[in-house]
């Protein structure tokens, strides 16, 4: 099993101009595959998809920065926890509920900075779980998979931490 998982996003403004460059796109990627996955994120729908026929060499991220400007492209690598305890198999969202308190998700990158990502909503779930879904203005609302393997911790805006595992917080210590 992988350890960690090599992403690059290409930001496009719209479906529309990622449709104008995608054979440039596609062209760029060629000339330099490796082993990160490509996605591409839609601002306008918030919408993203995965190039699955696609790979890049994060090396070369200037050539892709240089073609889509700085600011929409960016490369992310992030670990993959490999200890469960739960059989690991894709929940099947059964009900959205909207989070009403400040409650972050803390992800931490490979090099050992950690973000904070707004909770914005929890999916109850066929497993009979609860799952944090939060926002990052760059991948849009998680999906269900990284609720349950990027967020190292939850913190509510008061301090008290919840770990991804669940259960109450006196119980986590």
Known sequence: MKECVKEVWIKFGSQSEYSENEEKLFALLDEKPGDSIVKVYDASTKGCKELRSR???ETHISILTDAFGKDNVKFQERKVKAERNRQCTKPIIRQIIPCNHDMYAVVKDSDGGEY???????????DGEVYPLFYDDWYGVCLSADALFCADRYELEGGEIYSPEGGKPDEQR
């Open 55 to 57: 790979s890049f060499d």
């Open 116 to 126: 904070k990502y707004k909770v914005l909503l929890y999916a109850l779930c066929n």
